[in-house]
Nanobody, 127 residues
Framework: QVQLVESGGGLVQAGGSLRLSCIASGRTSSPYAMGWFRQAPGKEREFVAGIRWSGGTTYYAGRLKGRFTISRDNAKNMMYLQMNSPEPGDTGVYYC????????????????????WGQGTQVTVSS
């Protein structure tokens, strides 16, 4: 089992910056990959970015690449999402997720592959 806890959400002005954190505990040697998903009000949850725990290869939802940066610190069992120049459309609940499956390409978008989830952290971007 892997437990995930997000933090760092809050209110941010458009054009500012915010960093989300996710700490993993439990069987932290098992995840193959971790990712960030988000759910805007009234919309389905969507993939934001992902990172392979070993090697650090990253993958982004196309339209977010360049504004968001995912990273991890294996020694601390932490994953981060740096949000630069957020827009009101980035408002939502951001979830940390982990999977033991060896995924790639379009599989990053499939939330059913991610077995472990955090409780989410609210991000609100004001205009």
């Amino acid at each position: 089992q892997v437990q995930l806890v997000e933090s760092g959400g809050g209110l941010v002005q458009a054009g500012g910056s915010l960093r989300l954190s996710c700490i993993a505990s439990g069987r932290t040697s098992s995840p193959y990959a971790m990712g960030w998903f988000r759910q805007a009000p009234g919309k389905e949850r969507e993939f934001v970015a992902g990172i392979r725990w070993s090697g650090g290869t990253t993958y982004y939802a196309g339209r977010l690449k360049g504004r968001f940066t995912i990273s991890r610190d294996n020694a601390k069992n932490m994953m981060y999402l740096q949000m630069n120049s957020p827009e009101p459309g980035d408002t939502g609940v951001y979830y940390c997720a982990a999977t033991e499956a060896r995924i790639g390409g379009s599989q990053w978008y499939d939330e059913s592959i991610f077995r472990y989830w955090g409780q989410g952290t609210q991000v609100t971007v004001s205009s």
